[in-house]
């Protein structure tokens, strides 16, 4: 077992700038889908933008959480000298961006 | 450890600021889709906004404090981050209200 011990600041700060970083895209998640739901003009029911804001902010919730693990994650990585963990979430976000693209994009043609 | 006076320590505030802004931006996206229509709505984006500008407040001031005194890991302690966590979940919350209450 390596001890721990308290790696170069530039790394601690680099891996909390990744951690804001997430934080930042969850927040553009949640301002994306109330954005949907005021102001998408997708016909007399609301259900469509509605279905897209709710899927939006549910990821933004997931990157929040998910931001905090893996700054623990690495943390702990770092101190134990253990090569950094790998993440799905930028592959979450990516595939839940493209299909709500998608989605509004189908739904703006279609009208 | 040597010091490094070096520019990790501003991007880092920076990259706390730029967060700050974006809890900004969606307090005032709350207030705006509560407008006239529910003023819990309109009320929860002036709690985002009034918590945002803390924020900014408070990582302002930890950094100027720890410019003069200590090195500059400060910020990237636990509890720090635990509380930004728990404040971006909390507004995500109230979006996610918003969203479904519009």
């Given amino acids: 077992m390596i001890p721990d011990e308290e790696p170069d600041y530039r790394f601690t700060l680099a891996n909390e700038r990744t951690y804001l970083a997430y934080l930042r895209t969850s927040l553009a998640c949640y301002a994306g889908g109330l954005s949907a ?9 609301r259900w469509p933008a509605k279905i897209i804001g709710i ?20 943390t702990s990585a770092m101190r134990g000298g253990r090569p950094l963990p790998v993440t799905r ?13 998608l989605v509004g994009l189908l739904f703006s043609l279609w009208r | 450890m040597t010091r490094d006076p070096g520019l990790q320590p501003e991007r880092t505030l920076l990259a706390w600021r730029r967060t700050a802004l974006g809890l900004i931006a969606n307090g005032v996206l709350l207030f705006a889709s509560g407008h006239g229509t529910s003023g819990v709505r309109t009320g929860l984006g002036i709690v985002v906004v009034v918590l945002a500008l803390g924020c900014w407040a408070a990582v302002s001031a930890v950094f100027r404090q720890a410019a003069e005194s200590h090195p500059p890991g400060f910020l990237g302690q636990q509890r720090v981050l635990q509380a930004s966590a728990g404040l971006v979940l909390l507004v995500g919350l109230f979006d996610l209200y918003a969203v479904i209450t519009r």
């Fill in chain 1, 89 to 101: 979430l930028p592959l979450m976000l990516g595939a839940t961006i493209v299909v709500v693209g």
């Fill in chain 1, 55 to 74: 899927v939006l902010v549910g990821a933004g919730l997931v990157t929040t959480a998910g931001a905090f693990r893996r700054w623990q994650a690495n």
């Fill in chain 1, 37 to 45: 739901v005021q102001f998408l003009d997708l016909g007399p029911d």
